[in-house]
């Protein structure tokens, strides 16, 4: 208790704590039961999920092998996994000069991937720098702050090519690095990692593995498409699903929006609130004084919007038409680094997020949801 | 363990195994309860041993359907009792989170308002998804530190506090619209 508490307060706080002993019984069973502590620990455990990005020789590839089931929620994992991405695409290029950005490829399908991390490829070369400061840019931003001005890899975001009617759209990137490694074939991967040491990683088109262990990715005998679409056999079909497009690339499709709680979750698992802060903005034209309260309350979750959640932000949500809103923010609390944050959520369900002249892209399936 | 309705059939036998079950079942969860609002020990057991009592004379003719619920509000209500009585004077209560709560009223409503209070509470608990329900019941029914319910729950104590932060300004905007409380000055 503060010392600076008023007697007022102490009594008001006082008051609404005695009257939560009027709290109906069920509420007080569900608070006690540990079978539902249960369950809410272990979504909670999974949905701190990081994620990094490996790039791994094709040839090391393999068959993959059943594996046995886990108790990961797919949903969870996928959603998390995208926004665990996103947080490391701003964390990434927030911190890795912004700049070096090349804001030309943001119209190419080739975008290079958010979720760069790690480049095994680039250690495996002996190129000790590159692989140094490709593992500095691991999802911990706090981690990344204390090396800003390093040289990391770093992309975008894109879908303006809308696949499978418009779902949520991760693309992972096709990397250029067969430049640099000369004529090696690499096809990338993705880790994701939850903080109770569970991880996977998806090995370019056919393989995933957990804790080294692989798991099985298989194409669905029903497939519509003439491209190669991948499950895996931890994720539902409708969660997420990795589709071939050739010559080494794929994309990682996670058909959900994000919610704000799960955006609370990246927010701190990347310690986001104590680096970034909002200093003034403006929404559909009209400034605004954003305190850092607002841009965690608020805005955070606008960012990562749950068409349900929304409804309770509707009083910052416009009926129709398109929403933007540019932020001007500023990182850590030692070394102001201040950058323009640009966000627009179309009513077409696309939402832009645009950091100094760079895009990320993505598609949301539920357009009508978000503003009707 | 007995289960509950066991418990209950216990208390109207009017048999002494009532209070010993019920301390083997629900001693635990009553003095964590105690200890953290009336902040000792000693204090804590009394109000303990006095909620069995209440807990005797009360059952029968009332059959509670919720026994955990039930127990859980006479040792919670005793035990505010208590701490209000020892603290009378010098106020105290650093470990329960009044100042959080403060955040929600500027005013205390009078008492004839309690049941419209009650009511809003319980409609903005049926609001919210079931893990904020939990989490919220957690710390202001409870009165459980952050870092303990974070523990419990799997989610990070920073995460919470955004999280508990939030679910204070949507009771708060609850509170105003349902006209009990004003909305909240400078002050």
Request: net charge negative; charged share 30%.
């Amino acid at each position: 208790m503060s010392e600076r508490m008023s007697d007022k307060a102490f009594e008001n706080g006082e008051y609404l704590f005695s009257m939560m002993s009027f709290a109906k019984d069920e509420y007080i069973e569900e608070m006690l039961s540990d079978a539902q502590a249960e369950e809410i620990r272990a979504a909670n455990l999974r949905s701190n999920i990081t994620v990094e990005r490996t790039d791994t020789d094709a040839d090391t590839e393999k068959t993959p092998e059943v594996s046995k089931p886990t108790r990961y929620n797919p949903k969870r994992i996928a959603l998390t996994a995208c926004a665990a991405a996103f947080a490391v695409v701003i964390g990434i290029n927030i911190f890795s000069g912004i700049g070096r950005m090349n804001t030309d490829s943001a119209t190419t399908k080739k975008a290079e991937s958010p979720v760069t991390a790690v480049d095994n490829g680039a250690m495996a070369k002996g190129e000790a720098e590159e692989a140094r400061e490709a593992e500095d840019a691991a999802p911990d931003t706090a981690a990344a702050a204390d090396n800003k001005g390093d040289e990391k890899k770093s992309g975008e975001v894109y879908g303006e090519e809308t696949l499978e009617g418009g779902d949520m759209m991760m693309l992972p990137e096709t990397d250029d690095d067969d430049t640099t490694n000369g004529d090696t074939k690499r096809a990338a991967s993705v880790l994701l990692k939850a903080d109770n040491g569970m991880t996977y990683r998806i090995l370019g088109k056919a393989a995933a593995s957990h804790k080294g262990e692989k798991v099985t990715v298989y194409k669905p005998a029903n497939a519509q498409t003439e491209q190669d679409i991948y499950r895996f056999d931890d994720f539902e079909p409708d969660t997420l699903t990795m589709l071939d497009i050739g010559s080494g690339e794929y994309r990682l499709l996670i058909k959900s929006v994000l919610s704000p709680s799960t955006a609370d979750d990246l927010y701190s698992g990347f310690k986001f609130d104590e680096l970034l802060h909002c200093e003034s903005g403006e929404s559909n034209g009209t400034a605004l004084v954003i305190t850092e309260e607002e841009f965690r309350d608020t805005y955070m979750p606008v960012m990562f919007a749950n068409p349900e959640e929304m409804l309770l932000t509707d009083e910052y949500t416009p009926q129709s038409g398109d929403y933007s809103m540019i932020m001007h923010c500023w990182l850590g609390t030692e070394e102001e680094k201040y950058f323009d944050l640009d966000l627009t959520l179309y009513r077409s369900s696309r939402l832009v997020i645009e950091i100094e002249g760079t895009k990320y892209t993505f598609e949301a399936q539920v357009p009508s949801a978000i503003f009707d | 363990m007995l289960e509950d309705s066991a418990l209950i059939a216990l208390y109207f036998e009017r048999s002494q195994q009532a209070i010993s079950e019920t301390d083997l079942k629900y001693g635990a969860m009553c003095r964590t309860i105690s200890v953290r609002i009336v902040g000792d020990r000693r204090d804590a057991e009394e109000c303990v041993s006095d909620t069995y009592l209440k807990v005797w004379n009360t059952i029968p003719p009332e059959r509670p359907n919720s026994f955990s619920a039930f127990i859980s509000r006479i040792v919670r209500n005793l035990s505010l009792d208590c701490y209000r009585r020892k603290n009378a004077q010098k106020r105290q209560g650093e470990d329960l989170p009044f100042e959080e709560l403060s955040e929600c009223i500027a005013e205390r409503p009078d008492d004839q308002r309690n049941e419209a209070v009650a009511e809003v509470l319980n409609e903005f608990l049926s609001e919210l998804p079931k893990e904020q329900r939990i989490y919220f019941m957690r710390r202001y029914y409870m009165g459980e530190p952050l870092s303990d319910i974070a523990e419990r729950y799997g989610i990070s104590a920073n995460s919470l506090g955004v999280t508990m932060h939030r679910l204070r300004k949507k009771f708060a905007k609850k509170l105003i619209a349902s006209g009990i409380v004003s909305e909240r000055g400078e002050d």
